[in-house]
């Protein structure tokens, strides 16, 4: 079992930044894939970025060269540092641990870009 817990998110205006925060319960290294997701209002959940266990990481076309993904295996934490916010980046913002059998979600933190 694996408990994530969010932070960091907010009400920013376009163009500005924000840097999200994930911490684990227990050790991340044995996790072979931590990402961060969003669900924009009235739309299905989507892929942000992932990390893997060797420092791969993944971004959705939407935020390439904007969002940056990290992970410290050490604090048990992963981060998302979101740059030139756009409205369109308006979300509910979800931690993903994905093992091989198992996912687990944090609650989510909002993230709110106004025009």
């Known amino acids: 079992q694996v408990h994530l817990v969010e932070s960091g998110g907010g009400l920013v205006q376009a163009g500005g930044s924000l840097r999200l925060s994930c911490t684990a319960s227990g050790s991340i290294v044995g996790i072979p894939t931590m990402g961060w997701y969003r669900q924009p209002p009235g739309k299905q959940r989507e892929l942000v970025a992932t990390?893997?266990?060797?420092?791969?990481?993944n971004y959705a076309d939407s935020v390439k060269g904007r969002f940056a993904i990290s992970r410290d295996n050490a604090k048990n934490a992963v981060y998302l540092q979101m740059n030139s916010l756009k409205p369109e980046d308006t979300a509910v913002y979800y931690c993903n641990a994905h093992l091989l059998l198992d996912d687990y979600w944090g609650q989510g933190t909002q993230v709110t870009v106004s025009s």
């Open positions: 990390v893997s266990s060797t420092g791969d990481t």
